[in-house]
C-alpha cells in the first residue's frame, strides 16, 4: 500500500507561481513513477505530468511553464507552477500510475486557484 499527500495548493493571481508537494509513504520501494493531474470544476480529470524515473511528460497545456521533479530519498514528487492562468484552477491530484501488475494510487487532492 501506498499512501500520497499533496500540499502547497492556494490562491494566487494570474501570473504568479505555486510548488506543489506530494509525499508519498508506505511501499515507496515499489513505486516506478509519480504524476499529477487536475480536475475543474464540472470537468473530467486531465493529466498534468508525469516523472518515470529521469523522463518527464507534460500535456501541452502546461509545456514551457510548469516542471516536475523528485526527491527519491523524501519519496516526494514536485510540481513547479509558473505563469499560472485562470484555467489552471482545479484540484491537483497526485497519481502512482498503476499497472497490470499492481494498482495504482491517488491523494486527496490539493485547491489550486488562479484569480484574474
Known amino acids: 500500500q501506498v499512501q500520497l499527500v499533496e500540499s502547497g495548493g492556494g490562491l494566487v493571481q494570474a501570473g504568479e507561481s505555486l510548488r506543489l508537494s506530494c509525499a508519498a509513504s508506505?511501499?515507496?520501494?515499489?513505486?516506478?513513477?509519480m504524476g499529477w493531474y487536475r480536475q475543474a470544476p464540472g470537468k473530467p480529470r486531465e493529466f498534468v505530468a508525469l516523472l518515470d524515473g529521469t523522463t518527464t511528460k507534460y500535456d501541452d497545456s502546461v509545456k514551457g511553464r510548469f516542471s516536475i521533479s523528485g526527491d527519491t530519498a523524501k519519496a516526494t514528487v514536485y510540481l513547479q507552477m509558473n505563469g499560472l492562468r485562470p484555467e489552471d484552477t482545479g484540484v491537483y491530484y497526485c497519481?502512482?500510475?498503476?499497472?497490470?501488475?499492481?494498482?495504482?494510487?491517488w491523494g486527496q487532492g490539493t485547491q489550486v486557484t488562479v484569480s484574474t
Open positions: 508506505g511501499d515507496v520501494a515499489s513505486i516506478d513513477a
Open positions: 497519481n502512482v500510475p498503476g499497472t497490470w501488475y499492481k494498482q495504482g494510487y
